[in-house]
């Protein structure tokens, strides 16, 4: 029987569809090792030339230490760096994202092969368990229409489109009688769900809650103005957990201009701070040092920072990716120290804000614990805050309410 090894690169996506490839195997062995693998799958990552490399170097250690080994890439990667690979002969084949589910036929191939497919496809599996997670993730949609400049993902994942909801809604109910009990929806574009198929988030979020089990749903990225009068309807729902991650990526608006985006300040404070009074913590994700961030930019960026009623943030310094209108920007290029200082500026912000609101948040925290070992559990709370339990049982996959966390620099800690 063949030996494969799956090898994730990027996102949460990225994750789901693994496991996807994964329960499509068909008569092969998963092997935790890659050193003990006939079949490595890369399911890569493209999002910047950074990632590109990493994949790259990923596969030429790989070879290094284990010759005989095929190499399939997946993923992005394989729309963006697929055929050069390919050519190299740095890979014995490149699937595309359409043909992960063929990928049982692909690994018993003894040919080289480039199957690269369309963008168009959607993936009808249906995921039936998690290995070692307590929390499942759920791919609802695939692909985005907005035209980010700095963002080569519409090039490598097509057009926005949505699962089916029956899909969706069996997959759920499957992993809910598994003892799943928080789901957590992802997408390259998640909040543009339904569109195409004449539904919204709002609709299927509702079909979710009503599935036997579902304790609690997260939602990945949403972009600001797919957050409508539906959706904020939603707030007050006990399964919804208490965190929503709202990708503003900047806070000046001649920023957000260059960088094509959607949203404009004045709107996205009103939102959040609607959202914040109905209690919940609020993340997002801002791109530090994109061509054109002056120091005035920066400044008026960073004063609006300390305004919005944020908790968490993911911040990347900007890394150009090749074939994205940003790549060619000649003006403001901004040094890469400058932008490690900004970074710093920004996070620590975020950290300080964090901190206060764990301290006005300590009771009644819902937390599910999802791995640990030596007395020592982790998980997150409903407002996606990382807590580490103590205790002398085994508190894997649990749930417990907590009243009396201390408050520590990095995370909530409780002896239980
Ligand atoms: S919303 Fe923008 S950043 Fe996000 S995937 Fe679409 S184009 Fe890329």
Redesign the pocket.
């Known amino acids: 029987m063949k030996k494969v090894y799956f090898k994730t690169f990027g996102c949460r996506t990225n994750q789901f569809d693994t496991q996807v490839m994964i329960s499509k195997i068909g008569a092969c062995q998963i092997v935790q090792d890659e050193l003990d693998s006939d079949v490595v799958v890369v399911n890569s990552c493209t999002v910047t030339n950074g990632a590109d490399s990493s994949v790259r170097q990923y596969i030429a250690s790989l070879k290094r230490k284990n010759k005989d080994v095929k190499v399939i890439l997946a993923g992005c990667g394989s729309h963006s760096k697929g055929e050069e690979l390919f050519d190299d002969g740095a890979v014995f084949g490149v699937m595309g994202h359409s043909e992960k589910e063929k990928i049982g036929e692909l690994l018993s191939r003894e040919e080289r092969f480039y199957e690269i497919g369309d963008l168009n496809h959607i993936d009808t599996t249906v995921v039936e368990n998690f290995i070692g997670k307590s929390r499942a993730f759920i791919k609802i949609q695939e692909g ?1 229409d ?3 400049s700095y ?1 080569i ?2 090039s490598v994942r097509g057009k926005a489109r949505s699962h089916g909801i029956e899909t969706i809604l069996e997959q759920i109910r499957l992993l809910a009688s598994n003892g799943f009990g928080e789901f957590v929806l992802t997408g ?2 998640m909040g543009s769900y339904g569109r195409d198929i004449g539904l919204s988030l709002a609709t299927l979020l509702k079909k979710i809650s009503y599935i036997r089990g579902v304790r609690r749903v997260r939602l990945g990225s949403l ?1 600001p103005i797919q957050i409508d009068s539906e959706m904020m309807e939603l707030l007050n729902e006990p399964w919804m957990a208490r965190h929503l991650h709202i ?1 503003l990526q900047h806070t000046s608006d001649s920023m957000l201009k260059i960088m094509n985006r959607r949203n404009k300040f004045s709107e996205d404070v009103r939102l959040l701070e609607k959202i914040s009074n109905a209690g919940y913590a609020i993340g997002t994700d801002f791109i530090v040092g994109h061509p054109g961030e002056g120091e005035v930019e920066w400044s008026e960026a960073i004063g609006k920072i300390a305004d919005l009623p944020l908790t968490h943030i993911h911040a990347f310094t900007y890394s150009k990716r090749d074939g994205t209108s940003s790549a060619v920007m000649k003006n403001g290029i901004v040094n890469g120290t400058i932008a490690k200082v900004r970074h710093l500026e920004l996070t620590n912000i975020i950290k300080d804000k964090n901190l206060i609101f764990r301290k006005n948040n300590r009771q009644n925290l819902d937390i599910l614990l999802e791995s640990g070992k030596d007395g020592t559990y982790k998980g997150y709370d409903q407002y996606y805050n990382a807590v580490d339990v103590q205790s002398d049982d085994d508190l894997r996959g649990n749930w417990i309410i907590a009243d009396c966390m201390e408050v520590r620099d990095e995370k909530n800690w409780l002896k239980y």
């Open positions: 985005c907005f035209e980010c963002c993902i519409p390259t574009n972009e990708a």
